[in-house]
Each structure stands twice: as C-alpha cells, then as structure tokens.
C-alpha cells in the first residue's frame, strides 16, 4: 500500500547543530508539505512543493529550508537548531491543490 | 487571509451522548473546509470534507458536519458518542480553486475530545 514516512520518529539535538528530518511519499503525490504542532497553535505550516524543484515559504518558514530533488521526498532541515524549534513535525502529501493532504505519523523533536 | 477559530479546547462527554465539536471560519474567498482526527501519538486522519457541493457533509466513523455559509460555522456532530472517538480534533480552511490559500490548510488550535464511560 501506498504511504507516507518520517524518520526519525524521535530526534534529540543540540542547539546550533543542524538536523535533517526526512520524509518520503509513495503516493507518486505532486503536492508536499512540512508542519509544525505545538500546543495551543495547532499545526501550521512551515513549507510547501508542488512538484519537484519547487519549494515555497508557509507561516513559520525561519530558521528552516527544504529542496525538492525528486516526487518522493521532502527533506526539512534546520540550519542551527534553536530551543524554539522544539516541536512534533508532521510531513504531509496531496495529488493535487483540490484534494485530500495525507499525513505522516509525526516527528517529535527536542532541542536541548 | 484565512483562519480557524475552534470554539473550546477541551470537550468531556458521556458514552452515547451527542458529540458536537465548534469550528468558525474566516476566508476571503469561498472556502475548502475539513475536519481531521489525531489518536495520541499518531499523525491526522482526514474524518470529512466540504468542497462546494452538499452543504451536509457525512465522514468516517459516524460523524458529520455541515457548513453554514451565513454563520461561517463548519461545526462538527456525531449523535452517539464512542470510547473509540476520544482524540483531538481539529477543523481546517483551504481557499478554493483560483485564489492564493488554494491547497494550503490552515488549522484550528484543536479540540481534545474525552469521551466518560
């Protein structure tokens, strides 16, 4: 079955360091997204391809990049991981803008 | 501009009791409306969505909302709760096709619904 992955599940860095979360999609999905869920904000959205070698900014895009090399993934990194950016990250995929975004099971990640 | 206002973050129920979870929207254009469900320690699970056609919308597991343009409410119901349907919840906009939100969501705060033997 078609699906979507994250990995690591879990994450403990460092502030400063830089950390590569990963996602991958199976779907054959145009549309990719990266969240952020912290309490109290629900999620929201940090950025977004529509397809490969597009990348665009979403509401809380600093301190964050992504590349699109192929369909299949989106890779988030964090240049220099601060304590703000403590969170639980949800990579998401979509066939296209008009439909459904499914989700992968999350990333919790801590930065001490 | 588009936002999600979900009215109470915390909601408690009894088994078989009426569930209604609160979701108010603003968008500038009409609107792609969703409800998602998250178990602990999962990612989102799509319950239902309204795209422009019927105003009623029936999801998964027994729920459903129904989108009320005049109050920008797309609150969410379910007649008789579950100890299964115990989650959060949590209601999203999309702008709809030609405007610039189209495809991206905008999520409420969430709602975490318990549900009381």
């Known amino acids: 079955d078609a699906e979507i992955t994250q990995s690591p599940r879990h994450k403990i860095t460092e502030t400063g360091r830089q950390v590569t979360l990963a996602c991958h999609q199976t779907w054959n999905h145009n549309n990719m997204f990266w969240y952020r869920q912290d309490l109290g904000h629900g999620l929201r959205l940090i950025h977004y391809s529509y397809g490969v070698h597009d990348t665009n900014k979403g509401e809380v895009s600093d301190g964050y990049s992504v590349s699109r090399s192929n369909t299949e993934d989106l890779p988030l990194t964090l240049e220099s991981a601060a304590s703000s950016q403590t969170s639980v990250y949800f990579c998401?995929?979509?066939?296209?803008?008009?439909?459904?975004?499914?989700f992968g099971p999350g990333t919790r990640l801590t930065v001490l | 501009a588009q936002s999600v206002t979900q009215l109470g973050s915390h909601v408690s129920v009894s088994e078989g009791a009426l569930v209604l979870l609160r979701c108010n929207y603003s968008?500038?254009?009409?609107?792609?409306l969703f409800w998602y469900v998250q178990y602990p320690n999962q990612g989102l699970q799509l319950l239902l969505k309204y795209t422009s056609a019927a105003t009623l919308v029936k999801g998964i597991n027994g729920f459903e909302a129904e989108f009320k343009k005049s109050e920008t409410s797309f609150h969410l119901t379910k007649p008789s709760a579950h100890m299964s349907d115990a989650a959060e919840y949590f209601c999203a906009v999309s702008g709809s096709a030609g405007g610039t939100s189209y495809g991206k969501l905008t999520f409420g705060q969430g709602t975490i619904l318990t549900v009381h033997p």
């Open positions: 968008s500038s254009v009409p609107p792609y």
């Open positions: 998401a995929s979509s066939e296209s803008k008009g439909n459904t975004q499914y």
